[in-house]
């Protein structure tokens, strides 16, 4: 079963960091111009969306796979650790290799039973 994430640390921050870039562009497109509907800002909007959509449904691991958007699949036994857990929410750590850990965050649904 595929666990979506989305990455922490040091990785986490540059990754995401050139996408919210791209937000605040688009929202200084929108309040700086002078039309009432500023189509720039909509278009660098929409763009955001649906970049990150694909990070978010690209971003998954199982038992002997992890995916990550911006590497082609690492098909070798990972090792999961619970870093901290509260709720529905959960930090974890992976140890790809010896010299790659992975820091994640994870929202899990309770399941219902019945």
């Not at 050139?18 to 562009?25: A, D, H, K, N, S």
């Not at 929409?46 to 098909?75: A, M, T």
């Not at 974890?92 to 899990?108: A, D, H, P, S, T």
């Amino acid at each position: 079963m595929k666990k979506h994430f989305i990455q922490l640390g040091r990785i986490g921050l540059i990754y995401y960091c050139w996408l919210f870039i791209i937000l605040f562009i688009g929202l200084v497109f929108a309040y700086e111009g002078t039309e009432k509907v500023n189509w720039i800002s909509i278009i660098i909007t929409v763009v955001f969306f649906l970049i990150l959509g694909y990070i978010l449904c690209n971003s998954y691991y199982e038992k002997d796979l992890l995916k990550l958007p911006y590497r082609s699949k690492i098909k070798q036994p990972i090792s999961v650790i619970t870093v901290w857990t509260w709720k529905a929410m959960r930090i974890e750590k992976i140890k790809v290799n010896k010299m790659q850990i992975i820091y994640l965050f994870r929202i899990e649904r309770k399941k219902k039973r019945g």
